[in-house]
């Protein structure tokens, strides 16, 4: 009897995908709307306190609400207790950091609500989706952003100014955080249980501590260049790094997937498959992406920012030549592997690799010397951690990635920048380059698709594209 074969991973994935893309769409317009309706000085006071907020809501998960993906998937009859053990923790964490921060400012009161609420509903999302219930997790996601963005508009538009504005927001908290205890109560009565509460902390505790590591490593370019240059010179550094969504977009949900599913019983015989399965969903995104974005990048910067800052086309083609270590979820492996304390040392190391590779690359050749010693330093980790991974998969290096299909890909998403080059070159002085953007983003996609549907292989040309964006669909049993 042949076993089926597991589930491709962005069917999975797909409503997640969805879910944060409405949500990112919802996010990118808040500001926009925003601006038009606050005076400066409120919308710089909105902007200081989500940030106070935001930070605290990253930095005091402690990995307690990821440490769901490892342990709710193994379907031991225990879920009750992790969720419980998670959620009691949250709550604690974020009553604490409220009582912190009541009183810092003008609106503390409401700043501490909003930052006990956000901590504290922070597992429900992750819980459902560790339970396998993707679509309604996706629908929470949307619709969650969706009535923030409401309750941010009405109150200014009642004229109730910031405080309405603040409290709207805390109404927007208590709303997740009842929904979460909606769906923490329906399965069951809570339970502890203090031989499993320390051994969810041994898991989760260095993958926080990790995360504080991350964030002090992706910014500490930016830091850096800002301490050395002028504003202006920094500006035209910031829009240099910009990060374009669809790479969180599209690695989170996926990353989120393979970790629930590396989890399950049973996995262990699939682990590759569903590793190489989610590489390549992420390569045949990324790899045009990154080949195009270079080859098309004298229109893409000055198409967003204007030529102004036509000075960040370098700076922005070294800083997305890492998208392509994007395509591996190398911290998804590891985390549902139990790996977390390897995450906190290699996260240490490479803070350390990169303050030491970004400060040399900015004395020796500026600002772009200092991207391309974070883009160096991260490289140089990322193949330490698929070596990682690697030697957890009990594979050789011949066999931890696909390399023929990613082969394909690449080849024809170096082919696809000819055109896209040769249209950037003509159109790079035009006043207008948002249209010439259009047509080499559209004349790449062309050449792409058309050369994996004539490299050689299974089925028709139509079928061949199909399998490298969607991957093969589902073995049947027998």
């Not at 040399?360 to 980790?381: D, P, Q, R, T, W």
């Not at 896209?420 to 259009?438: V, Y």
């Not at 004539?454 to 027998?478: D, F, K, M, Y």
């Amino acid at each position: 009897m042949i076993m089926a074969r597991p589930g491709g991973i962005l069917r999975q994935a797909g409503p997640l995908m969805l879910g944060r893309g409405g949500a990112t769409v919802l996010g990118f317009a808040l500001p926009l709307i925003l601006t038009r309706l606050l005076p400066q000085a409120q919308f710089g006071t909105y902007k200081q306190i989500w940030l106070v907020v935001t930070t605290a809501y990253f930095m005091l998960q402690l990995g307690l609400a990821q440490s769901l993906y490892y342990f709710v998937p193994r379907k031991d009859g225990r879920a009750r207790v992790w969720l419980t053990q998670a959620s009691l923790s949250l709550v604690t964490l974020g009553g604490v950091c409220a009582v912190a921060l009541y009183g810092l400012a003008d609106f503390g009161l409401q700043m501490a609500l909003i930052t006990w609420l956000m901590i504290a509903s922070a597992p429900l999302e992750i819980s459902l989706t560790a339970e396998g219930r993707v679509r309604t997790a996706a629908m929470i996601i949307f619709l969650s952003d969706a009535v923030r963005v409401v309750a941010s508009v009405v109150p200014l538009l009642l004229g109730m100014g910031l405080q309405g504005f603040f409290w709207a927001y805390v109404l927007h908290g208590g709303v997740r955080f009842a929904l979460q205890c909606w769906f923490f109560f329906r399965r069951g009565r809570p339970r502890i249980e203090w031989d499993l509460f320390r051994e969810q902390l041994a898991y989760a505790l260095p993958f926080g501590a990790a995360l504080l590591l991350e964030i002090a490593q992706r910014t500490f370019h930016q830091w850096a260049v800002g301490w050395s240059v002028d504003a202006a010179a920094f500006a035209i550094y910031a829009q240099g790094c910009f990060q374009v969504p669809i790479i969180n977009l599209l690695y989170a949900p996926i990353s989120d997937i393979l970790q629930v599913r590396l989890a399950e019983p049973g996995a262990r015989e699939h682990r590759v498959h569903l590793f190489h399965d989610a590489n390549l969903r992420l390569a045949a995104v990324f790899f045009p992406f990154t080949a195009g974005l270079v080859a098309a990048a004298s229109l893409f910067v000055p198409a967003l920012f204007t030529h102004l800052y036509d000075a960040s086309v370098p700076i922005f083609r070294v800083a997305i030549l890492l998208t392509p270590f994007a395509a591996l979820p190398l911290d998804g492996v590891l985390r549902a592997m139990g790996q977390t304390r390897y995450l906190f040392r290699i996260f240490f190391w490479r803070l350390l690799l990169t303050v030491a590779a970004v400060l040399l690359g900015l004395k020796l050749f500026g600002m772009v010397g200092a991207i391309s010693g974070h883009a160096i330093a991260e490289s140089a980790i990322r193949v330490a951690m698929l070596d990682r991974v690697r030697r957890e998969l009990e594979v050789s290096w011949t066999e931890v990635l696909p390399w023929r299909q990613l082969s394909v890909i690449g080849v024809a998403s170096l082919v696809a920048c000819g055109p896209a080059t040769l249209i950037s070159q003509m159109a790079a002085e035009s006043p207008r380059p948002f249209l010439a953007l259009c047509a080499a983003g559209a004349l790449y996609c062309a050449v792409y698709l058309t050369v994996i549907a004539l490299i050689p292989g299974e089925g028709t040309p139509v079928a061949r594209i199909r399998r490298v964006l969607l991957g093969s669909a589902p073995a049947a049993a027998t």
